[in-house]
């Protein structure tokens, strides 16, 4: 391959990859807990629905950021495939709150 990125560069694109995978692993953390509180304890459905959002950016930024760092394509029907249970888990937890 003639248009190739020296190893150097591959191996420093990884590393950013890796660097800002890990960095979004807090605020993911954050969110799981927060969404626990606010489905288990006190039921607010507008906290549980921020929360909820907020997980699934962090989670599709940290795929993305992997896969970016991999020189990979970043959109990947897979990926969303991949949020489909956890999405369907939330909503039965939620589905007796809705107003309806």
């Known amino acids: 391959m003639p248009d190739s990125p020296p ?3 591959r191996r420093a694109r990884a590393l950013m990859g890796v660097v800002a995978a890990s960095a979004l692993v807090y ?3 954050v969110c799981a807990v927060q969404l626990g509180f606010a489905q288990l304890f006190v039921v607010d459905l507008a906290a549980i ?3 909820l959002g907020l997980a699934v950016l962090c989670s599709v930024a940290v795929v993305a950021a992997v896969r970016w760092g ?3 394509r970043v ?3 897979w990926l969303l495939l ?3 249970p956890p999405a369907l888990y939330e909503l039965w937890l939620v589905w007796p709150l809705l107003p309806g």
């Open 7 to 9: 190893a150097h560069a």
């Open 27 to 29: 605020p993911l953390l």
């Open 49 to 51: 629905t921020l929360w």
């Open 70 to 72: 991999a020189a990979r």
């Open 75 to 77: 959109r990947s029907p």
């Open 82 to 84: 991949g949020l489909a």
